[in-house]
């Protein structure tokens, strides 16, 4: 090659004029370096992801700006902290709210979506009832040690968390109905499958996934998350909010730092 052209080849990329081009504009990822982001995902979600990497980073924006808490992972190998407590919780008192017990309480933040969600479903002529909410850690602690009691520790195990391993901490989940698996068959049980998500709540243990959550299905738990969140989990993580949750607690913080401002 001409001496001249090497030198003007080299002060070129010395320069970053022939740099890698990004995979996408907002983010400083370029394909060699955004390849391990999602190295980690199932291959079905994953093969998805890299035929569009553009369409899926554009979507997942939205999810490094929201607050942290949303998306936190809380399951049997991630735990909150025993003085886990969301400083803005408040109760749940009808007619707005329908609890089936009283103390029923959920953070302020997302309160508006969870009344818009009851809105929504009292217009269909739909009775969506409250059943449970916010519990503390030393709640579940006596809730899990009365299960185990009562059905044996491997029966509790699915079914009921162990303290520090609930959402239900959170004060960002509701539990629907009347709390049995019939409940799925139920208008309103079948409304919430389909529309929960419209208002940012995500069923976290949904049929058939007990090897991923870790818990039978249990069609009246549902954690708020966002209505993006929600979007997102549905479009590219197979609808699974555990394997979303596990994406964003390992590769949300490369995201966010990837993100131009
Ligand atoms: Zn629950």
Redesign the pocket.
Known sequence: MHRALIVVLLGAQVLGLWAAPLVDPSYRFTAETFAPVIAALPEPLRAAVQADPQGFLRDYKPLLTQSADLLVLVDKKNELPSDYEPDDLVSLRAPVFPANHGGLKFRKAYLKSLSALLDAAKKEGLKVTLS?SYRSWAYQKDLFQRYAAKDGLATAERYSARPGR???QLGT???FGS?TPEFADTPEGQWLAAHAGAFGFSL?YPDGKEDLTGYVY?P??FRYIGVQSCAVQKKWFGDMQQWLTEFHSSQGPVLKAALKK
């Open positions: 449970s609930s959402q239900h989940v509701i539990d709390v976290s249990e009246w738990h």
